[in-house]
């Protein structure tokens, strides 16, 4: 099974890093180098003079051959989680970036900064190096193993799936984790390895539950084969979306039925402030959070207290609550049954979820009253035009009202704003939506598109369209409605023609 078969897919996507394999046989020019016109104008034509990976930390060096008189380039795949990243930049001594596929800004990343011209710099190390795995401690037999958490940030090399997979070898063998941790590290330093497939993939040694593998490359393709097949991003979303919000009703549930548990009966609150009236300087003691005191009949009572305030305050806040006991018991009481409703209807919802197509659910996750989802109520009379670009809404504004509402009213930290500069039109508001990695770069070009066509440049062939953050939003001091500055930002150029 050569390797000039098959093609190397360099996925950098955020929650899901990593290398794919893909038949070459068949394959149309387009996959086989797909990639912005920036990358292919420095990629077409060198082939691939070396690999390196520095250590074992999860970074791929891919040397390219030299073209049109330059000393080659280097294309480095950082599949390091949220932060994955691709870059293309020039062989040492020079290093500077030529290509990425993420920007690194200083408000980004105190440690480094990736922008095309800058010189590159690796990301930190994840742990220690092989060499000194044994300086961490984590391969000391002590009385309770690793977690893999101190694992992975320890021991470079070692991510979660191979971490579990250390605890699991240790339980099936009825040994030290740190046993199975001192094997892996003697295979590695001697090359010792025997390839194996647990349910997390491959491993370079037998660890936990699986089998052996005669061909690497064939395990590979039948991975990510499998992860094709199951691939249903929409789907996975919305079961997330669901998930988190059943967790956080579920949570102010539970709070409330501890609310109605713990609800006094109005007699024993009067008692309280009563006895708190009574101690000696209550109308100045401050900062306890509770007191204990006896009654006149002898019986002991531990009354909690707002620090910030006086006994006597805390007795007129105990007399109110003995007033209004009967109400907040009931309005509990009907918070409790709306969560629980609540609850019912979004497991429900989740059960539903795999006889689901992809378009219901990308339907369920744009619906503007798509309560059940999680998304916050105040976007359910969002202004301007919904469209969806591959999964991501994005709001369009009508005019110069809308405008305003969807940059002042709508948009969060982290969605990405855009508008024709020095043009009027649109603002134009790529929602995050929680995610943890901005749009992609294809999304951003045709929300940036939407904000050229409706623009006053619209005539032009080529307009020039600046995104940025909303929190670098700010209103023009006197201004109309709509009339905002920024700052920032980076211009998108858009072909109106293509």
Known sequence: MPLRDFLLRLIWDPSSPGLEWLPAQGASPGQILSAPPVWRHHLEGRVVSGVDQPGLDRILIIRLSPARNDSGLALVFEMTGRNANIILHRPAPDLRVVACARRVTPGLSRYRTILPGERYRPPPPSGRSL?????????????????????????????????????????????????VLRRLRDALLEGDLHPWLGPEGLLPISMGKGKPVENTLSALLSASAAERADSHPMRDRLERRLAAEISKQSRLLARVEQAIEMSRDPETLRLWADLLKTRPGAGRRRGLSEIRVTDWGGAQHTIPLRPSRTLVENAERLYRKARNVDREREMLASRADRLRESVSLLEGRLEELPGMTEEEAASILSSRAAAETGRDRRESNAPGRLVMIEGWRCFIGRNASENDRISFGLARRGDMWLHARGKTGPHVLVKRDGRKEPPPEAVLLRAAALAAKRSGAAGSDVVAVDVTDARFLRRMRGGKPGEVLYSNERTLFVDLER
């Open 131 to 179: 060499e000194e795995w044994e300086r961490t401690g984590l391969l000391d037999t002590g009385s309770s193993g690793p977690s893999p958490t101190e694992m992975c940030r320890g021991l470079e090399g070692v991510g979660p799936a191979t971490a579990r997979a250390v605890l699991e070898e240790a339980r099936l063998r009825g040994e030290h984790p740190s046993l």
